[in-house]
């Protein structure tokens, strides 16, 4: 997970915002009827991947066989966690995959299992990523030396520190450890590592750079650079 750094209320929004407040009514997402639009930008903010798992999205998802993201509020809409003054509110939406829609709760991540649960607002923080590492297995974790398997972690939960447990219960929550993403991990880290072999460091810093400085990031890219970085 990365840090999202939010930009100005694109210009539709915030005049359908206006327009509703000056009319005296109430300010409802479901309501709001440049929904696309608003997905374009955040995607373009986000550089076009998912604000939880980092696949790459390309499109607003309005039918079953269109499109593969969704407009995410961050603090839920609704339900017990819900917060309605912040249905509208750019800060607290993003934009999140919906791959795993229609697919066994087991087998569902990002906002998609999220639903009205509340995560810790980790990409709404500048240090986001350095609260999780990855491993070899193609696991992201909490950023702790003394464990380094995601069921070590689960195991030992009530050892972790404050930080370490609130990226566990956003790990485990969003569900970014399930099989498909994993494997996915595992598939791109075994590629990297060939290269990461024989590039020198110069090189290797070169790429973290234009891949910091990309418009459209490379799918997992923290994960990419978590392993660029340890290169010495």
């Not at 407009?71 to 607290?92: C, F, S």
């Not at 810093?205 to 890219?221: G, S, V």
Request: a positive charge; aromatic letters at 10%; charged letters at 20%.
């Amino acid at each position: 997970m990365r840090y999202i750094q939010k930009g100005g209320v694109p210009i539709l929004m915030q005049r359908w915002i206006n327009l509703r407040t000056l009319a005296g009514q109430n300010l409802r997402y479901e309501e709001f009827d440049k929904k696309s639009d608003l997905n374009n930008s955040l995607r373009a903010e986000q550089k076009h991947i998912c604000c939880y798992c980092q696949q790459r999205i390309t499109a607003l998802k309005i039918t079953k066989n269109t499109g593969d993201c969704h407009n995410e509020h961050l603090v839920p809409q609704n339900g017990v966690n819900g917060n309605v003054t912040l249905q509208m509110a750019y800060t607290n939406i993003y934009a999140s995959c919906s791959f795993s829609e229609g697919q066994e709760p087991s087998s569902q991540y990002c906002g998609i299992v999220k639903g009205d649960n509340l995560i810790h607002p980790f990409i709404q923080d500048v240090a986001c990523s350095t609260y999780f590492k990855y491993n070899t297995k193609g696991e992201i974790v909490p950023n702790s030396y003394v464990y380094n398997s995601y069921e070590e972690f689960l195991t030992n939960e009530a050892t972790l520190g404050v930080n370490e447990k609130r990226a566990l219960e956003t790990i485990r929550t969003l569900n970014l450890n399930v099989s498909f993403l994993v494997e996915e991990r595992k598939k791109l880290q075994t590629r990297l590592f060939k290269v990461l072999n024989v590039l020198p460091l110069a090189r290797v810093q070169l790429k973290i750079q234009q891949f910091n400085n990309d418009q459209r990031f490379y799918p997992y890219i923290d994960m990419l650079l978590y392993y660029m970085n340890k290169k010495k």
